[in-house]
């Protein structure tokens, strides 16, 4: 079944501990997407690439960087964790902008 | 003024009852709209498209009112599965912006 796959699910760093965790897609979608959600708030979007045009949020902190080096992976990093990155990132994929999005099953990061 | 508005809720409901909720977006020019249903610790998972004619499946019925800038999302003949927070999502060319959702209760 084509999929969007996070790895891992579960994610626990140390205070200032740099951490990357991706994303795979099999529905060969233009779009991917990463967003940030705290518990029962709305997801919030970090950034997007379409194709290889990377898109950043403007108020996405310096310290979430991503990549895609190819259309299947996309890749979020980030450099620093405080304790406010504690949160729910979910990856999402979509055809073209403003199409439906698909979402992975997400990474919970814990930052001790 | 947020960009996409909802009710948080909870609405607790009885099974067969009938719920509406809606969904107000601040932006005109927005193009597209969703309805996602999300479950506790899981991802949010696509409910259905909104069309400007309006649109229904099943038990659902998604409408769109561009003049008054909101969409709704009926559930007839409410389902314990149907316990879920559901979001409403408003698209303006790359910008996908997300309601903080509406949490529903279906109780037997």
């Known amino acids: 079944d084509a999929m969007v796959i996070q790895n891992p699910r579960y994610q626990v760093t140390q205070f200032g501990k740099p951490v990357t965790l991706s994303c795979s897609q099999t529905l060969n979608h233009n779009v991917m997407y990463w967003y940030q959600q705290k518990s029962s708030q709305a997801p919030k979007l970090l950034f997007h690439?379409?194709?290889?045009?990377?898109?950043n949020e403007a108020d996405t902190p310096d310290n979430f960087q991503s990549r895609r080096p190819n259309t299947s992976f996309c890749f979020l990093d980030i450099r620093s964790p405080g304790l406010g990155d504690a949160a729910m990132y979910l990856c999402?994929?979509?055809?073209?902008?403003?199409?439906?999005?698909?979402f992975g099953p997400g990474t919970r990061l814990t930052v001790l | 003024r947020k960009e996409v508005e909802q009710d948080p809720g909870p609405f607790n409901v009885p099974e067969g009852a009938t719920v509406a909720f809606n969904c107000t977006y601040s932006?005109?020019?927005?193009?597209?709209f969703f309805w996602y249903r999300q479950d506790c610790r899981k991802e949010p998972k696509l409910l259905m498209s909104v069309y400007s004619s309006g649109n229904e499946d099943g038990r659902f019925t998604a409408q769109l009112n561009r003049a008054s800038q909101y969409i709704s999302l009926l559930i007839r003949d409410s389902k314990l599965s149907d316990s879920a927070t559901y979001l409403c999502?408003?698209?303006?060319?790359?910008?996908?912006?997300f309601g903080a959702g509406t949490r529903l209760t279906v109780k037997p």
């Open positions: 999402a994929t979509s055809r073209d902008p403003g199409n439906e999005q698909f």
């Open positions: 690439y379409y194709d290889k045009d990377f898109n």
């Open positions: 999502v408003v698209n303006l060319g790359n910008d996908m912006r």
């Open positions: 932006n005109s020019a927005s193009q597209s």
